[in-house]
T-cell receptor, first 111, second 113 residues
Framework: GENVEQHPSTLSVQEGDSAVIKCTYS??????FPWYKQELGKGPQLIID?????GEKKDQRIAVTLNKTAKHFSLHITETQPEDSAVYFC??????????FGTGTRLQVFP | DAGVTQSPTHLIKTRGQQVTLRCSPK?????VSWYQQALGQGPQFIFQ???????QRGNFPDRFSGHQFPNYSSELNVNALLLGDSALYLC????????????FGSGTQLSVL
């Protein structure tokens, strides 16, 4: 069935360093790839998304890259700050179909 | 502008009981999707409601049912609760039947004892 694998499950970085989270999807028909940030006690919040006709998208310190051939997509956070600490989820979707979420990455940014 | 609101925030039930969770979508949104998030896992799609009808359904048994009202708010009902139903239940709203730009509420934490 449809599946999204996400790595690593935990990631610790020093403030100011970069963080990279990687995901692999199984459904070759997927065409939408969002990233969500979930803070403790809150619901997931969309931080950036990309469609399959674009290879890279950037929004200030956050960027997402997509490799359709390899069915990989990644989240890059530069100049990390303590407030970036949270659980990050990747997801994939096809058309208007449901999103399939990864298992999450707990990012800790140490001052 | 109010975001997605869910009630209650926490709920404790015993096995076999029934539960109803409620969701009000973000202002201007007309579609509500429900997700189940087990501890340490990503959200899993339960179903989606648009124009008061179930439009899509994930791999959940018939014990899970829902409803959407004319004001776009929605309810999730779970019958014959099992211990494995313990999870965070998230409501997400959007404009139209889409998987893009979903706005999530903070969820209802359901514990089944």
């Amino acid at each position: 069935g449809e599946n999204v694998e996400q790595h690593p499950s935990t990631l610790s970085v020093q403030e100011g360093d970069s963080a990279v989270i990687k995901c692999t999807y199984s459904d070759s028909a997927s065409n939408y790839f969002p990233w969500y940030k979930q803070e403790l006690g809150k619901g997931p919040q969309l931080i950036i998304d990309i469609r399959s006709n674009v290879g890279e998208k950037k929004d200030q310190r956050i960027a997402v890259t997509l490799n359709k051939t390899a069915k990989h997509f990644s989240l890059h956070i530069t100049e990390t700050q303590p407030e970036d600490s949270a659980v990050y989820f990747c997801a994939s979707g096809r058309g208007t179909d449901k999103l399939i979420f990864g298992t999450g990455t707990r990012l800790q940014v140490f001052p | 502008d109010a975001g997605v609101t869910q009630s209650p925030t926490h709920l404790i039930k015993t096995r076999g009981q029934q539960v109803t969770l409620r969701c009000s979508p973000k202002s201007g949104h007309d579609t509500v999707s429900w997700y189940q998030q087990a501890l340490g896992q990503g959200p899993q799609f339960i179903f989606q409601y648009y124009e008061e009808e179930e439009r899509q359904r994930g791999n959940f048994p018939d014990r899970f049912s829902g409803h959407q009202f004319p004001n776009y708010s929605s309810e999730l009902n779970v019958n014959a609760l099992l211990l494995g139903d313990s999870a965070l239940y998230l409501c997400a709203s959007s404009l139209g039947v889409t998987n893009e730009k979903l706005f999530f509420g903070s969820g209802t934490q359901l514990s089944v004892l």
